[in-house]
């Protein structure tokens, strides 16, 4: 069973930063592409970055050079780092794993950024 816990999540000026982290089950952490995708009120929910196994990576070109996606082996956990935060960055953010095997995708709980003066 797959599992995403999301933590690091809070409130932020403008200009600041944030470390969100994402703790993955250890079968996930080793075989599926993980990814963060926030959703903001009223919009879609929307893909900010991913990182495969292979340690691919891809980012939303809102995010591109200001957040930062990692994975930490030893925590089986994937590390997105967001600096330059803008109040257009406020949203739920949520860990996302998916198996092409089954054509599934596994979700986090969400974690809130919001980000304000």
């Known amino acids: 069973q797959v599992q995403l816990q999301e933590s690091g999540g809070g409130l932020v000026h403008p200009g600041g930063s944030l470390r969100l982290s994402c703790v993955v089950s250890r079968s996930a952490f080793l075989f599926l592409p993980i990814a963060w995708y926030r959703q903001a009120p009223g919009k879609q929910r929307d893909l900010v970055a991913r990182?495969?196994?292979?340690?691919?990576?891809d980012y939303s070109d809102s995010v591109k050079g200001r957040f930062t996606i990692s994975r930490d082996s030893a925590k089986n956990a994937v590390i997105l780092e967001m600096k330059d935060l803008a109040p257009e960055d406020s949203a739920v953010y949520y860990c996302?794993?998916?198996?092409?095997?089954?054509?599934?995708?596994?979700w986090g709980q969400g974690t809130q950024v919001t980000v304000s003066s």
């Open positions: 990182i495969t196994i292979a340690d691919r990576i």
């Open positions: 996302n794993a998916f198996s092409s095997g089954t054509n599934t995708n596994f």
